[in-house]
């Protein structure tokens, strides 16, 4: 399976806090892209990397990316509670397609 | 409208009956995916059109299960026979993705699928 992995399952910390969440795949790619799933919701575009760069920030959303690992890593500093959600990320990979791999995903909570 | 819409909203059917899931894209995107999400779990993929065209159609579990688009605009997932298992939340997809890969998807709500 392509699917990446992302770890924690689960992590739940204080407000002002950072959350760090990792993602592992396991195929060569094009691109890899985090998402946001709040309860009952579907997906919303947080960020997306490509297999060139290593890092990317968006506002308290910083991203990177070890190709050689096969893994990516979201940090979100200085949480809020409203970012209490699932984190997905997603990879494509050309060569099999146009289609999107989910991985697991990570259930953040945060404390107000 | 400005985002991905999927009707209904949620679906209780019994087991063997058909059901029919609806996906209107946001207009202009040529890539439609439908997903799977269980309870709890990640997205499992199901079908990829580009247009009209499903040049992918491996993620589908069972014969049960077919796709269509048309107009290059609305699709629809359609269960025959629905087993209690296929219980779940059947998420669309759209992107402007087809020569440009780097565009991200854009998700509706989805369709809760309970089967009784």
């Known amino acids: 399976s392509q699917q990446g992995e992302e770890d924690p399952q689960a992590l739940s910390i204080q407000e002002g806090e950072n959350a760090t969440m990792n993602c592992s795949y396991k195929?060569?790619?094009?691109?890899l892209q985090w998402y946001r799933q709040n309860s009952g919701r579907g997906l919303v575009h947080l960020i997306l990397?490509?297999?060139?760069?290593r890092e990317k920030h968006s506002g308290r959303l910083r991203v990177t990316l070890d190709t050689s690992k096969k893994s990516s890593s979201l940090l979100i500093t200085a949480s809020r509670a409203a970012d209490t959600a699932s984190y997905f990320c997603?990879?494509?990979?050309?060569?099999?397609?146009?289609?999107?791999?989910f991985g697991t995903g990570t259930s953040l909570t945060v404390i107000p | 409208g400005a985002g991905v819409s999927q009707s209904p909203s949620n679906k209780v059917t019994e087991k063997g009956k058909d059901v029919e899931l609806r996906c209107d894209p946001i207009s202009g995107h040529t890539a439609l995916y439908w997903y799977r999400q269980r309870l709890g779990q990640g997205l499992e993929f199901l079908i990829y059109f580009q247009g009209n065209s499903a040049p992918d159609k491996s993620g589908l579990p069972s014969d049960r299960f077919s796709a269509e688009r048309t107009g290059e605009s609305v699709s629809t997932l359609t269960i025959q026979r629905t087993q209690q298992e296929d219980s779940a939340v059947y998420l669309c997809a759209s992107s402007l993705a087809g020569s440009t890969y780097n565009s991200p998807l854009h998700f509706g709500n989805g369709t809760r699928l309970t089967v009784t």
């Open positions: 990397i490509r297999s060139n760069e």
């Open positions: 997603a990879t494509l990979n050309r060569n099999t397609g146009n289609q999107f791999y």
């Open positions: 195929t060569s790619i094009n691109n």
